[in-house]
T-cell receptor
Framework: DSGVTQTPKHLITATGQRVTLRCSPRSGDLSVYWYQQSLDQGLQFLIHYYNGEERAKGNILERFSAQQFPDLHSELNLSSLELGDSALYFC??????????????FGNGTRLTVT | AQRVTQPEKLLSVFKGAPVELKCNYSYSGSPELFWYVQYSRQRLQLLLRHISRESIKGFTADLNKGETSFHLKKPFAQEEDSAMYYCALSGYGGSQGNLIFGKGTKLSVKP
């Protein structure tokens, strides 16, 4: 078990709503990454946090935001939801930040369905 | 633009046959390339990192900068190799965790 925990596993909500996805990284990992996996776009990097600070942004919509808390867990907030936001959202963690290398450890994902 | 292309959505081979999963990339600098694998009902996990030049579970991958490719190979496929394979490129701000993924190739190894 990689130790990355994501909650909830499944989420069904309506268009226009707002949801929060939660991620607890592996013990000792300071970096948290969020990815979105959709059928048409595949796996896309959204955002990276290291020790509470935003480090890099990828293809993250303005309606989406994230934060990493002092206990290192992270939340991804999705607002004004649209049908196209339906996807599997993955969190991954690693020890390293901007420099150096350590492998990513992925969670099981949260499946979001917007109806 | 930075891009990873995996041309095959599905690759089906028989047990014992050689396997090659193709990956091509587009990147302006010196790329850092990876192969990730997702077995059925398991999490996405790192299989190979090009800079390590190692063999994992019999798989190898060589970076060919001239052809901008990073194909994954195994001489004799096993049924337990059946999985979804993703090629990935490190991008976005230099951190090696900010990855650009290909859309994946599903490998099916038949008995």
């Amino acid at each position: 078990d990689s130790g990355v925990t994501q909650t909830p596993k499944h989420l069904i909500t309506a268009t226009g709503q707002r949801v929060t996805l939660r991620c607890s990284p592996r013990s000792g990992d300071l970096s948290v990454y969020w990815y979105q996996q959709s059928l048409d776009q595949g796996l896309q990097f959204l955002i990276h946090y290291y020790n509470g600070e935003e480090r890099a942004k990828g293809n993250i919509l303005e309606r989406f935001s994230a934060q990493q808390f002092p206990d290192l867990h992270s939340e991804l907030n999705l607002s004004s939801l649209e049908l196209g936001d339906s996807a599997l959202y993955f969190c991954a963690s690693s020890v390293a930040g901007d420099s150096g290398y350590s492998p990513l450890h992925f969670g099981n994902g949260t499946r979001l369905t917007v109806t | 633009a930075q891009r990873v292309t995996q041309p095959e959505k599905l690759l089906s081979v028989f047990k014992g046959a050689p396997v090659e999963l193709k990956c091509n990339y587009s990147y302006s600098g010196s790329p850092e390339l990876f192969w990730y694998v997702q077995y059925s009902r398991q999490r996405l996990q790192l299989l190979l990192r090009h800079i390590s030049r190692e063999s994992i579970k019999g798989f190898t991958a060589d970076l060919n900068k001239g052809e901008t490719s990073f194909h994954l190979k195994k001489p004799f496929a096993q049924e337990e190799d059946s999985a979804m394979y993703y090629c990935a490129l490190s991008g976005y701000g230099g951190s090696q965790g900010n990855l650009i993924f290909g859309k994946g190739t599903k490998l099916s190894v038949k008995p």
